[in-house]
């Protein structure tokens, strides 16, 4: 088990969204059992700081895992596992593009084609956004679908679908899906 710390320092931002999930530091758990049974707040204080960042730095990583007394290496596994996490630095605004199997035969493959073509290939940052190809996002039944999230001190996250090509470029543009007019 690794359990050397993690020496980055976390921005103030990254400390006031874990902080925002666990509570003013300086409370020590006094015991091992105390320590580990704050363990679940794990994946509530990674979207925390993933909603207010943008991204998980190695030194905002460092502190959650200072905080909640568990091993760094662990932490990383799980950030790592979920593919809505980013471990790298990315502009604020985040559109995914679900790929997964009920949107693949719903055309994400073409979107994604005409997504690479007007903005350019996933991941690339550009105006302060990016999109990327992501797993199921839980709209099977309105594939294809897409989430817009933007990270700050007030995150946003939309999920919507069907979606087209120019609905996501408008998304990104705008900071927000447009609505449907309902007929």
């Not at 088990?1 to 993690?6: G, H, N």
């Not at 596994?77 to 949107?103: E, I, K, M, N, Q």
Request: charged share 20%; aromatic share 4%.
């Amino acid at each position: 088990m690794d359990l050397k710390p993690i020496s980055t320092p976390p921005t103030d931002d990254e400390r006031a969204a874990v902080d925002a999930v666990l509570g003013a530091p300086g409370v020590v758990p006094q015991a091992l059992r105390e320590a580990r049974g704050r363990r679940h707040l794990l994946l509530p204080g990674l979207h925390a700081i993933q909603d207010r960042c943008g991204w998980v730095s190695a030194g905002a990583l460092g502190y959650l895992c200072e905080r909640l007394h568990v091993p760094p290496a662990e932490a990383y596994g799980v950030a790592s596992f979920y593919a809505l996490f980013a471990l790298s630095a990315r502009p604020p605004t985040a559109l995914h593009v679900c790929d997964d199997l009920a949107c693949h035969a719903a055309g994400a493959p073409a979107l994604i084609a005409t997504l690479t073509q007007r903005l350019g290939p996933a991941g690339e940052a550009r105006a302060g956004a990016t999109w990327h190809p992501s797993p199921c996002l839980g709209l099977c039944e309105r594939a294809p679908a897409a989430m817009l999230t933007i990270a700050g001190a007030a995150p946003r996250a939309t999920a919507w679908g069907p979606v087209d090509a120019a609905a996501c470029v408008d998304a990104i543009a705008r900071g927000r899906p447009r609505r449907r007019r309902r007929r």
